[in-house]
């Protein structure tokens, strides 16, 4: 057994950083309300700083192998973090590993409170799928000592392991692949505004720049759907009219602006070319074909977990960043 678990911080530490008791800061585990407002400050501030993680685990199991792997996804809905999570238990199956779901909804805060449940359960490894973390989150990942893999992206600057694709080099061949086409006014059309669909944006905006053309970007916070494809078309037929091209964050948006053009007796590609991202079958079956951008996302699940579970076997990894390659499927929508 070559895990190597760092001790966790225990009540007597977030204790004696405060100077109060140690039933004290037990009284407040149970419910801050059983301490006083002034304290529940404290006692909170110390368990951020130490990065306190509880443990239900029995203290003579805590350095013990849990043979489980935590999964932080920030969609359950979404088919490419279905995809993932097939490929990561290809692998965690061949080794009798368990996986330990939880779901983030692409909130940092959100990530750090299920980060801290499963932390709890005395996991081996983690594998994480956006980069954007709070502080207490990289605190409890360091005192845990579990290894880490990040994935979905293999350019942003990761804590250990990475593995994933070049999300704004993708997005930058599709849009000139549009543009080598003879479609100038190309718009992005983006949900979420999580980590990867603003670097998808950036990239979209750089390619469209680069050869003297005007970026036009019509984003939301709120969930992809087929209907906001829908609604963001509407959007941009009003507000640009002279629109001949949609690049999407994802498939479903393109999928969306795909069927309302052809409600609206839009010619694709004629009138409007459509592309999206991800390439999911569905879009290789409609008429016309989608373009969008095939990204390989069981085989990301499965190299996560294969590199994960070599670490958290004692082995070294020599490459720590795995970037794969996308294709491109031109389809009959560009």
């Known amino acids: 057994m070559s895990i190597n678990k760092k001790r966790r911080t225990g ?3 977030i204790a004696n950083l405060i100077g109060i008791s140690k039933m004290t800061v037990s009284r407040f585990l149970r419910d801050p309300k059983l301490v006083s407002e002034s304290l529940q400050l ?24 849990s043979n489980a792997i ?16 097939k490929g ?11 996986t330990m779901i939880a779901h983030t909804g692409y909130n940092p805060e959100k990530e750090e409170k299920r980060l801290r449940s499963l932390l709890a359960y005395n996991i081996d490894g983690l594998i994480l ?3 954007t973390h709070t502080a207490a989150t990289r605190k409890m990942i ?14 942003s600057p990761c804590i250990d392991m990475a593995v994933g694709f070049d999300n704004f080099m993708a997005t930058k061949t599709m849009i000139h692949r ?43 916070k709120e969930s992809s759907s087929y209907s906001l494809g829908t609604q963001l078309l509407h959007q941009a037929l009003k507000e640009y009219p002279q629109i001949d091209g949609v690049f999407s964050t994802n498939d479903d948006l393109a999928l969306g602006v795909l069927f309302e053009c052809q409600r609206l007796n839009i010619s694709v590609p004629d009138q409007i070319a459509v592309a999206g991202f991800h390439g999911h079958d569905v879009g290789q079956v409609v008429t016309p074909k989608l373009a969008s951008i095939s990204t390989p996302r069981i085989e990301i699940g499965q190299k996560s977990a294969e590199m994960l579970l070599k670490s958290i076997n004692g082995e070294t990894i020599t490459q720590k960043v795995i970037d794969f390659p996308v294709e491109y499927l031109d389809g009959e929508s560009i």
Do not use: C, W
Request: no cysteine.
């Open 11 to 13: 009540l007597q530490e």
């Open 42 to 65: 404290q006692i909170s501030a110390a368990i951020d700083k130490l990065g306190y993680i509880p443990n239900k685990a029995p203290d003579m199991l805590s350095n013990a192998k």
């Open 70 to 85: 935590g999964v932080l996804l920030p969609s359950l809905t979404n088919q490419v973090f279905a995809d993932v999570l």
């Open 88 to 98: 990561i238990e290809i692998e965690t199956d061949k080794y009798s590993y368990q």
């Open 129 to 131: 799928t956006e980069r």
């Open 142 to 155: 360091e005192i845990s000592g579990v290894p880490v893999v990040e994935i979905m992206d293999s350019v």
């Open 178 to 220: 549009m543009i080598n086409k003879g479609h100038l006014h190309i718009a992005y059309f983006s949900a979420r505004q999580d980590d990867r669909s603003i670097i998808r944006q950036k990239a979209y905006e750089e390619a469209m720049s680069e050869v003297g053309l005007i970026p036009k970007t019509f984003a939301t």
